[in-house]
């Protein structure tokens, strides 16, 4: 009798997260008889927020959000690839990375997660109803005009703020110090708040997933000028209406470069009875084959950059990888040290009270370079 091995994943909810996971876990079965993988999901807000050391007490496999990594590098609860994958295998699939989504995933020289799904703020609209934007002026003009609705709840909104940051050619830190100078930062909160002004107080509770379904949905709104790609939204019949995604809008003179890198990566718990046979696993579904083939077919969103480059794959879903490529080749990272995760919240807030008008955007600087700074001594002293 054939012994049975069965491993337990958790990944997001959203087709995107779930589908190409549960399908990728049944063709792995296939060739490997007596190995089975489920998949439990969690919601977005769920992904964005679950400490990955509580999903690697109970799951051999994860599907998690980079910003997470610095707090887990030294907890000991994740497995670094080097100690079953081989130099080679690595190396390819950094070579085969969209952007730095591999890299986004590599701390303290150890390889904690591989890219999976690759997606940065980028520009949604329908096309049905207006072209594209070019640059931030014209997203202001047509805020004006009650044309635009925005992803404004956390970590989003902070999102949007380092986005234009580093369109400016002026990015956010990444190490300890203040987050922005005070010119850089006051300019920003000025364009932010030139098309926060004209939305709607309930634009503060979604994310881009209830924006893109508002955007498919009604003839309302034409445009999400920063929006995470999700790509099932520009297939054929996913919603009522299709939505095309093309590099963000510019605000400064550098092109769509800066945008707040996104996406998942697949990692396995160091409390895994079968490292092995996990490793396996994440290596071929973060490869070119199984991203480029089935992945891509099972409403995934690939990582893989010979994914991206792929006719078949961008074609249902109107080249969006095609249109969208520059933007997350040249996305922004943000920071991952042990303690970002805490400022991430803060940070949030610190910002919707600035666009909401709560918070003098001066004083708003401040209390970002205060708190950046702090997140890093908490730990420090810990």
């Not at 997470?68 to 907890?75: I, T």
């Not at 009650?146 to 949007?160: K, Q, Y």
């Not at 002026?170 to 010119?183: Q, V």
Request: hydrophobic share 40%; aromatic share 10%.
């Amino acid at each position: 009798m054939t012994h049975r091995i069965e491993l337990k994943g958790m990944t997001w909810s959203d087709p995107r997260g779930y589908d190409p996971v549960v399908a990728a876990a049944k063709e792995f079965a296939s060739r490997h008889p007596g190995i089975s993988i489920s998949w439990d999901k969690r919601s977005l807000q769920g992904f964005e927020t679950t400490p990955v050391d509580e999903l690697a007490a109970s799951y051999d496999l994860m599907v998690i959000d980079h910003p997470h990594v610095g707090a887990v590098a030294d907890q000991g609860c994740l497995l670094p690839f080097e100690t079953h994958a081989s130099e080679d295998a690595l190396a390819a699939l950094a070579n085969q990375s969209v952007g730095r989504s591999f890299q986004s995933y590599f701390l303290h020289g150890r390889q904690w997660a591989l890219p999976i799904d690759a997606a940065t703020q980028v520009q949604a609209h329908r096309a049905d109803l207006s072209p594209r934007v070019e640059g931030w002026s014209d997203v202001i003009r047509k805020a004006r005009d009650g044309h635009v609705i925005w992803a404004l709840r956390p970590p989003h909104v902070l999102m949007n703020f380092y986005t234009l940051a580093a369109n400016l050619g002026r990015p956010c830190a990444t190490s300890y110090g203040d987050l922005i100078d005070i010119p850089t930062g006051l300019h920003v909160f000025e364009q932010l708040r030139a098309v926060s002004q004209h939305m709607d107080d309930a634009f503060y509770t979604m994310d881009p997933i209830a924006v893109l379904d508002e955007l498919s949905g009604t003839d309302r709104y034409h445009l999400s000028p920063l929006v995470y790609l999700y790509k099932g939204y520009a297939d054929e019949g996913y919603r009522a209406n299709r939505i095309s995604f093309t590099d963000m809008p510019v605000l400064g003179c550098n092109g769509p470069l800066g945008s707040a890198l996104g996406g998942t990566g697949i990692a396995i718990s160091s409390k895994t009875a079968h490292p092995d046979l996990c490793t396996e696993f994440a290596l071929w579904l973060a490869g070119a084959e199984c991203q480029s083939g089935l992945y891509a077919r099972s409403n995934g969103q690939p990582g893989n950059a010979l994914a991206w480059s792929d006719p078949c794959v961008n074609t249902p879903v109107g080249n969006a990888y095609y249109n969208t490529r520059l933007t997350h080749e040249t996305a922004w990272l943000r920071p991952r040290h042990d303690g970002y995760m805490q400022f991430q919240e803060e940070g949030s807030v610190i910002v919707t009270d600035a666009l909401r008008g709560r918070l003098e955007p001066g004083k708003a600087v401040a209390c970002l370079n205060e708190r950046f700074r702090a997140s890093f001594l908490k730990r420090a002293s810990a």
